[in-house]
């Protein structure tokens, strides 16, 4: 069951200038994107930075305005933000970027956690304590942490932090906005893990946010590849990785490092083709504005921006 | 250039509304105070009927958007009521105390930067030095220092005690306007009220050239100079002292804010008739046509003041524009 | 060398973001001689000030006495009397606790609405911070001490609360100009975001969320503006335009010198509060510079 249908969803920001400051042009982060989220599924959204990627997830769940198109988000239209009732809001939650700016510093871990309870459940004091030690354990940090102030603790155990906040209210969808590309390396994994085993264990739908290939393909059932505010091409995991069909999902695939030592020459000269085709093939596949066409489907699940034929 | 061009038109532009909110709201302010325009014309002993009869005659009864547009258009056309206090039109009250102030202010400007600039060069040149710590005490003392206090200070020990500078009035008493003498007398009183409020308000001139100085020390163009073998001081002189000096003479602009706010407290201490001084006694006597038409004009010489120095700081620094 | 160390870890941490900002501050007045010394000394004469002024008899003070008119210090009166044979040193004491309580009064008054200004404009932005940006700079462009002037002489039943009222009235521009370029920034960290998304309502947002991580700039900017209020009330004061003549304050007694003989003569009557006024604004400004190099990690002493 579709629990998010995004149709056509465009978010301009304005470009002022002149005496009068009057709206000259228009940054088109998101230029129409469409696409569906199963329910218990992970949608990955990969793209470089300022593809639109992290506006895609901004909007949906209403930090951005949006311009044109609609977001239909358990059944009903939550395009404009007055439709966007309280119950609707709790069952969508963000896991943010930075686990540095994202957590309030003058707060505990405490007033951190419980606040999207305090908005949404009156509990008493005790109860409400209880829960929060729940969540932190069930994040995998100590219960006696709660009194503690964000900046004692590692960004890993930050993120965490931030999940078990996301979490508290049991949605049902979470838009992780690079999740992990803040942490390092060692840490990333373990904080994949743990958010896959929640996923689970509360029956969640993830709309991931990446710009790592290698991440989404450890993560995601389907992924949507974004260029300039379009999708290039959009499909199963399999369809990405293992045939890709715009050339620019074929150059982030060949970008993706290769660990067996004895694959890397052969690697490298794929990634040479793959660098000519590129080159060579770049007008056959985005338009005279350098901007990806309409997709067209070559499968069930796979659409692939190309020109029309003929 | 585009840019400036449109940043300067944009900046006259706001400038009108802001004349029309000041006349407003000095409108409004008159419509508040006691009395009204016949108040100055009128013996206050003839009748209510009389009164009421003047008061149709003038308009004083019309609703206050057409009264609004009257006195507007009477101020355009150099007409700001009568004074209650010397009976004659306010304008007449108005145009000598002008006078005075002008030279006030205009000696109080020459002063000002006659003091930041050495002080700030010097300064900013040999910055961590003795004397650099000396004119940074100065400045802070100078920034904290309110102009009331500096300037009865001053009265008191180079008028008073000393004996040095006359204590009050504009011109000393019998002298024949025209003269040298009259002249030299003017300038003579002006001196301690200019230097007392100079001495104040240079502070914050020197401290920004101190700053600019030492910015502009460390910039490639002036390593490059000393590298080419220019002489030290020839390095300050030209090139240096030529890149701080714009922004800070820009400024004067804005210094007619604080000129305007010391002149009150001045004028008032070294009792000398310009416009601070008519100000105060005219709100004490409750004269308020005139009041009215003094802050209407120090109001009207903030904005201009502010949008001038806008404007030459948008030619000189390009950095203001951003703002 | 090793304070610069413990500087470099405070810079990662960035204190004045962490709940030990307040500590951070109070570790730099310590550090800063001449900020200890004012804040000794404000401590001391707040506490005299304001126990003598509790023995004080205010009307026996500001009655007027004949017989004892402009005397010179004596046993009897340490700093003399004035033109109507007031006790100066009494005058002294309640005109330095009138001219402290105005001055805080005025601070906090134009200081709560100012930033409350300062963090809606810059909160929500766009249009709403664009039209009141307008207002602003509208007030700013006034004349301020003309404008308080006449307020004060039109203003029927004239009181010290509505003083005070009209001084901070004109006097909330700066520190919210200040607080809503902070406030445009910090809304676009992502704990704010978070809140948004968390369902936490606007206020709340800007005044739980947001302000705390304000509150050095706020308290820097307040302890400034508490030197230049303490100021322009004396300057008003002197002018006849503040405090009533029956209550003392420091700008009434060095208005008094307005009268030739008195400041030729009775330095006793005026120079008294002008050292006051100039020691208590100074004390005060050194407070608050040290506080903003506090906030600074740039200019921290160390």
Redesign the interface.
Known sequence: MAILEVTNLKVYFPIKAGIFNRTVDYVRAVDGVSFVLEEGKTYGLVGESGSGKTTTGRAIIGLEKVTEGKIVFQGKDITKKRARTRELNRNMQMIFQDPYSSLNPKKRVLDIVAEPLRNYEHLSKKQEKMRVQELLELVGLSPESILKYPHEFSGGQRQRIGIARAIALKPKLIIADEPVSALDVSVQAQVLNFMKDIQKELGLTYLFISHDLGIVKHMCDEIAIMYKGRHVEQGTKEDIFERPQHIYTKRLVAAIPEINPRHREKQFQFRKEVEKEYDAAYDDYFNKDGLAYQLQKISDTHLVALPEKG | MKFMWKFIVRRIIITFPQLILLSVLLFLMAQAMPGDALTGLIDPNVPEEVKEQRREELGLNDPWHVRYVDWVSGIVKGDLGQSFRFKMPVTEVVTDRVINSFWLSLVTLVFTYLIAVPLGMLSGRYNNTLLDSAITTYTYIGFATPIFIFALVMVWVFGYNLGWFPTSGSVAPGLEPGTMEYYLSKFYHLLLPALSMALIQTVSTVQYLRSEIIDTKQKDFIITARAKGASESRVYNRHIFRNSILPIAAFFGYEITTLITGSIFVERIFAYPGMGQLFIESVLLRDFSVVNAVVLLFGIAMILGALLSDIILSIVDPRIRIK | MEMNNINVVDQV??PT???SGLRILWKEIVRDKLALVSLIFLIVISLSVFTISLVLDQDEIVKVDLFAINEPPSEEFILGTDYGGRDVFGQLIIGTRNTMLIGIAVTLMSGIFGVAFGLIAGYFGGHIDNALMRVL??FQ???????V??FV??VPKYTIFSFALIFAAFSWMGIARLIRSKALQEKE???I????????SHPKIIFR?MM??I?SLIIVTMTLNL?NNI??E??LS????GFPETTPSLGTL?SY??N?QT??HR?WI?APA?VM??VL??AV?NVGEALRRATDARQRRG
């Open positions: 941490h960035d973001k962490s709940p700079d509208f462009i006034l004349p301020f001490t003309m404008l002037i006449v002489a039109i960290l992502e704990y975001k978070a809140s948004q998304t968390l369902g936490t969320e705390p991580n509150s030197a100021g322009i004396s300057g002197f002018l006849g335009f060095l010198a307005m030739p400041l030729e330095w005026w002008a006024i100039l604004m100074l400004r």
